[in-house]
């Protein structure tokens, strides 16, 4: 419990309608999109201004209090979960596109803008800021940059950081200091913004974001195909970009969640299918249209089940019924384990298919969905935290998964980041020096370890990092 | 864990609160969100608040303004992968407290006492529009600045004037088409507080459009407030089953019930949804609910009339006229394409869409009652949407949103006239 005397500063600093200190506040602020992380903090503040968010960090330092920056809450590690209290700095109010600047191809935003807000003012001018988390309708700009978030387009287009020109970042003393700038070719120094993009609030809060746009796309066409089983579907898509179609999207959902898309496929073939594949080809309107008859003709190679969308209408059912799986799986079990490991493309069916004989052997649950076509994963292991022997089987079984990943060249988290829930496997996924590093550059930018305490690196610290650590009082 | 039985209503819709993933796409949505920016106010942190409630860790009253903080627009329903309803929970557990804690004072007397004695409420209302007279100054047309009895909707809001008539004091009971006419249905009327009290003018359009276009329509005087401040509002679901079971017996005998307000079609369609506790209720009300028809969709899908029945009065002909889709019309009724349908058909007026017609514009009765300021924010962007049409006239279909857009508009100096789709007919 911090001292009321901070809780009456922070009042001051930013105003008594920007702080929040009542129980059922804190409570509000005590989860994230995680159902295995929960901790409330003593005290919310939502500064309106950089010069605030500097204000409270640095009376935060001087009294030792652990800050927990915060956008949408909608990550998936734990990462703004206040696992150590203390004052949760949440950006939502920090929310003014200050600048879409259409000649130079950049945009100025602050960290709280919600992207899907962003994205409608983008659209508007006929731009197009590529990332895309599928939690656009709540996530923030601020939280995009800290987990450099990446979605299905980022196939084609790559993720977060290939888009952060500058960044202006608050460190845990208060300083506030400009990284980067306004152009995409900048040699001035170390990279210091690509520091803090997938920084996950360790490091300092992100106050503004300069990034990079793109023209948007004059036309889009969605193919979608169902396979038998996993391997033809990867095959397919390697022998799609084997054939010299990038698309931009490739996404792909198994069984498990195909109830979201009853209606919209027939019942004959989802019943008979394993996988859905969805892809989506974008650009001038000619080149779409040549590469989807590639696309279907690769496709029809493996499958007799395929199908264009007319128009963005019908595109817009099957793509809102993939972003339906985190929600359409979470309710298959009490808790699941969500995975994000990335292994190379062709190693996609022997990742599965190792993956699935693990399940097997921990009798677990096993459901597959992501972005194939990056060879980004979310295999979910479901299960029930309230049954500590399944709970535990469960537990067995990612590790084994995430042994398969690494073993297969890939990495432990495609775009989820570490936070609370992947940091016992950090050390089996980075080279020892490389942490090294790591602790050393957090030492120089926050000394005091006030930013986000507790998160990516297991601490050999006193409070036991719980799952089931419940503390809604504070 | 509290006992259940502290929380029956809510116990009911279980299934909503734990369909819930957090996935946080309810966000963008969430008008109250829009605004505040908090956890505490979106979907996702009212059902977290509610699962805390019944978990025991916070308490009915560190929850109660939280919840009370929401217009049950149902906008994140509608983007929610899951489906779940969030209204429901939040209806649920404000009727849990107000089981377990009361009502505070002005709403036990008002809710309890005024709302379902029909005739007492009037005169009330009658009283409190002398005293506004007297005391307070007339501002543009009928627009007045309104306080005392309705300081509570008040607080500075441009009200129009309570009607010198009321509806139920100027149409008979049973009003046939004119002579010549041939009665195709015989309908009945339910008129709502508003179109009653404040404006009769379009009860009276609607039972002569509704005549002479072959329908006889009866106005049953054992009508009465449609109960959506009692029940849904303040929670109250005991009084609220009283007025239920009030309106089910007045409409007994009528095939279909025509409203002219998408908050009480709504809220009487879901009597069964919350109110319905005994086996003959739950008949009763699901009947009900199945005779319940928004004018425009009983003009629409019942009368099918031709684009020729809806002659436009002559001061709105030429006009550009945009609409404002009510929460509980598209959303609650899935009223949607029949008054746009109406407002496209018809060559005397220029018809343009509003960008974001179906977001909730903050009026949400009590809601906008106990949080004006809060409630004025959100009717800002639809006043902005309504200022891009270019339009000169609004038309809806909820008196409730007509209130909301008439005090948005004068807030802003704005010229359009606000009314009810039908008052645009002759
Ligand atoms: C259904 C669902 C689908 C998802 N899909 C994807 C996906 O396709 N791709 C993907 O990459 N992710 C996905 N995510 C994860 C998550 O939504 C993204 O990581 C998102 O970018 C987080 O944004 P946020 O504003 O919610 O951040 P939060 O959850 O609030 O915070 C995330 C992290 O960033 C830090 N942070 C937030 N703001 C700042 C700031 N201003 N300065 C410094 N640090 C800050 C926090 O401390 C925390 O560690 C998904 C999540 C859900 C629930
Ligand atoms: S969209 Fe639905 S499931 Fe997701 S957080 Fe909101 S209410 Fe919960
Ligand atoms: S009903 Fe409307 S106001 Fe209430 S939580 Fe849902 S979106 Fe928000």
Same mark, same amino acid.
């Given at each position: 419990m911090i001292d009321s005397n901070i809780i009456d500063r922070l009042r001051r600093i930013a105003g008594n309608e920007n702080v929040l200190a009542a129980r059922e506040d804190l409570l509000a602020y005590s989860y994230d999109a995680t159902n295995t992380w929960k901790h409330a903090p003593d005290v919310v503040v939502l500064p309106v201004n950089v010069a605030q968010v500097s204000e409270i960090l640095r009376l935060a330092s001087e009294n030792r209090v652990p800050v927990t920056p915060r956008g949408g809450g909608t990550n998936v590690s734990g990462g703004s979960v206040p696992i150590k209290g203390g004052i949760v700095l949440c950006t939502t109010r920090l929310d003014r596109i200050i600048e879409i600047n259409r000649a130079n191809l950049h945009a100025v935003v602050e960290p709280g803008v919600v992207l899907q807000d962003f994205n409608t003012a983008l659209a508007r001018q006929g731009l197009f800021f590529p990332p895309d988390p599928q939690s656009f309708a709540g996530c923030t700009m601020g939280g995009v940059v800290a987990e450099n978030s990446g979605g299905p387009s980022c196939l084609k287009y790559g993720v977060t950081r290939q888009?952060?020109?500058?960044?202006?970042? =608050?460190?845990?003393?208060?300083?506030?200091?400009?990284?980067?700038?306004?152009?995409?070719?900048?040699?001035?120094?170390?990279?210091?913004?690509?520091?803090?993009?997938?920084?996950?609030?360790?490091?300092?809060?992100?106050?503004?974001?300069?990034?990079?746009?793109?023209?948007?796309?004059?036309?889009?066409?969605?193919?979608?195909?169902?396979?038998?089983?996993?391997?033809?579907?990867?095959?397919?898509?390697?022998?799609?970009?084997?054939?010299?179609?990038?698309?931009?999207?490739?996404?792909?959902?198994?069984?498990?969640?195909?109830?979201?898309?009853?209606?919209?496929?027939?019942?004959?073939?989802?019943?008979?299918?394993? =996988?859905?594949?969805?892809?989506?080809?974008?650009?001038?309107?000619?080149?779409?249209?040549?590469?989807?008859?590639?696309?279907?003709?690769?496709?029809?190679?493996?499958?007799?089940?395929?199908?264009?969308?007319?128009?963005?209408?019908?595109?817009?059912?099957?793509?809102?019924?993939?972003?339906?799986?985190?929600?359409?799986?979470?309710?298959?079990?009490?808790?699941?384990?969500?995975?994000?490991?990335?292994?190379?493309?062709?190693?996609?069916?022997?990742?599965?298919?190792?993956?699935?004989?693990?399940?097997?052997?921990?009798?677990?649950?096993?459901?597959?969905?992501?972005?194939?076509?990056?060879?980004?994963?979310?295999?979910?292991?479901?299960?029930?935290?309230?049954?500590?022997?399944?709970?535990?089987?469960?537990?067995?079984?990612?590790?084994?998964?995430?042994?398969?990943?690494?073993?297969?060249?890939?990495?432990?988290?495609?775009?989820?980041?570490?936070?609370?829930?992947?940091?016992?496997?950090?050390?089996?996924?980075?080279?020892?020096?490389?942490?090294?590093?790591?602790?050393?550059?957090?030492?120089?930018?926050?000394?005091l370890h006030i930013l986000n305490p507790g998160k990516i690196w297991e601490e050999d610290s006193k409070i036991p990092l719980n799952p089931f650590r419940v503390n809604p009082s504070g | 864990m509290k006992s259940n039985t502290d929380f029956q209503q809510i116990e009911r819709f279980k299934e909503d609160l734990d369909r819930c993933t957090k996935c946080g796409f309810c966000m963008a949505s969430c008008p109250v969100y829009r605004e505040e920016r908090t956890e505490g106010s979106v979907a996702r942190g009212k059902i977290m608040l509610v699962r805390a409630l019944l978990d025991g860790e916070i308490t009915a009253d560190e929850m109660a303004e939280q919840l009370d903080r929401c217009t049950l627009c149902l906008a994140c329903t509608e983007n929610c992968p899951a489906g779940t309803r969030v209204p429901s929970v939040v209806a649920a557990a404000r009727a849990d407290k107000v089981r377990l804690k009361g009502l505070s004072f002005p709403y036990r007397l008002v809710y309890r006492w005024l709302l379902p004695r029909r005739r007492m409420f009037g005169y009330t209302l009658r009283l409190a529009s002398w005293f506004q007279g007297i005391f307070l100054p007339r501002t543009e047309g009928t627009i007045r600045h309104l306080s005392f009895f309705l300081s509570a909707l008040g607080k500075g809001r441009h009200i129009p004037q309570i009607a010198p008539r009321f509806l139920r004091q100027t149409v008979p009971e049973v009003n046939k088409p004119p002579a010549g006419v041939a009665v195709k249905y015989t309908v009945g009327y339910f008129t709502g507080c508003m179109t009653d009290f404040v404006f009769p003018e379009l009860g009276e359009k609607i039972v002569s459009f509704l005549n002479r276009n072959g329908v006889a329509v009866v106005v049953p005087r054992g009508q009465g407030c449609c109960g959506a401040p009692v029940f849904l509002g303040a929670g109250d679901f005991a009084t609220g089953r009283r007025m239920a079971d009030a309106n089910v017996k007045a409409f007994k005998e009528l095939d279909y019930i025509i409203t002219d307000c998408a908050t009480c079609a709504s809220a009487m369609k879901d009597y069964v949804r919350f109110l319905a506790d005994t086996d003959e209720r739950k008949r009763d009300y699901a009947a009900y609910a199945g005779?319940?028809?928004?004018?425009?969709?009983?003009?629409?899908?019942?009368?099918?009339?031709?684009?020729?029945?809806?002659?436009?009065?002559?001061?709105?002909?030429?006009?550009?006229?945009?609409?404002?889709?009510?929460?509980?019309?598209?959303?609650?009724?899935?009223?949607?394409?029949?008054?746009?349908?109406?407002?496209?058909?018809?060559?005397?007026?220029?018809?343009?869409?509003?960008?974001?017609?179906?977001?909730?514009?903050?009026?949400?009765?009590?809601?906008?009652?106990?949080?004006?300021?809060?409630?004025?924010?959100?009717?800002?962007?639809?006043?902005?949407?309504?200022?891009?049409?270019?339009?000169?006239?609004?038309?809806?279909g909820c008196p409730g949103c007509e209130l909301q857009l008439i005090d948005g508009t004068r807030r802003h100096n704005m010229p359009q006239k606000v009314m009810h789709i039908m008052e645009l007919f002759e």
């Open positions: 888009y952060v020109l500058g960044l202006e970042v =608050v460190l845990a003393d208060g300083t506030v200091v400009k990284l980067g700038g306004l152009t995409p070719k900048n040699r001035t120094g170390y990279e210091l913004a690509m520091l803090f993009t997938g920084s996950e609030g360790t490091l300092g809060v992100i106050s503004r974001i300069i990034l990079r746009l793109l023209p948007a796309p004059k036309a889009s066409r969605t193919i979608v195909a169902a396979f038998d089983d996993v391997a033809t579907a990867g095959e397919t898509v390697s022998s799609i970009i084997a054939g010299s179609v990038l698309p931009s999207k490739v996404e792909f959902v198994d069984n498990w969640t195909f109830e979201k898309f009853r209606g919209l496929l027939p019942d004959e073939t989802l019943d008979s299918s394993q =996988v859905i594949l969805l892809i989506q080809v974008d650009g001038l309107p000619e080149t779409v249209e040549a590469e989807t008859q590639l696309v279907e003709a690769t496709c029809q190679q493996n499958t007799p089940w395929i199908k264009v969308a007319v128009d963005s209408t019908e595109a817009e059912r099957y793509w809102q019924a993939r972003r339906a799986h985190f929600s359409d799986i979470s309710s298959r079990a009490h808790t699941i384990v969500n995975e994000d490991v990335s292994v190379p493309r062709d190693k996609i069916a022997e990742f599965i298919r190792l993956s699935q004989e693990s399940a097997r052997r921990h009798d677990v649950p096993i459901s597959f969905a992501g972005h194939v076509g990056d060879g980004n994963f979310h295999p979910v292991v479901l299960t029930d935290n309230r049954d500590r022997e399944h709970y535990q089987r469960a537990l067995m079984c990612v590790d084994e998964i995430i042994e398969t990943a690494l073993s297969l060249g890939g990495v432990l988290s495609g775009e989820h980041g570490i936070g609370l829930e992947k940091q016992r496997f950090l050390k089996k996924a980075l080279d020892p020096a490389a942490i090294n590093i790591m602790k050393k550059i957090k030492d120089v930018l926050d000394p | 005779r319940i028809k928004d004018i425009t969709e009983f003009l629409v899908d019942v009368l099918k009339l031709p684009p020729s029945a809806y002659r436009v009065a002559p001061e709105y002909r030429g006009k550009t006229v945009t609409w404002h889709e009510p929460c509980h019309l598209g959303r609650y009724l899935g009223v949607r394409e029949q008054p746009r349908q109406i407002l496209k058909s018809i060559p005397d007026i220029k018809y343009v869409e509003m960008p974001d017609a179906a977001r909730c514009c903050g009026m949400a009765g009590t809601f906008s009652i106990n949080f004006y300021e809060l409630s004025k924010k959100i009717a800002d962007k639809k006043v902005a949407s309504i200022a891009a049409t270019g339009a000169g006239i609004v038309v809806t």
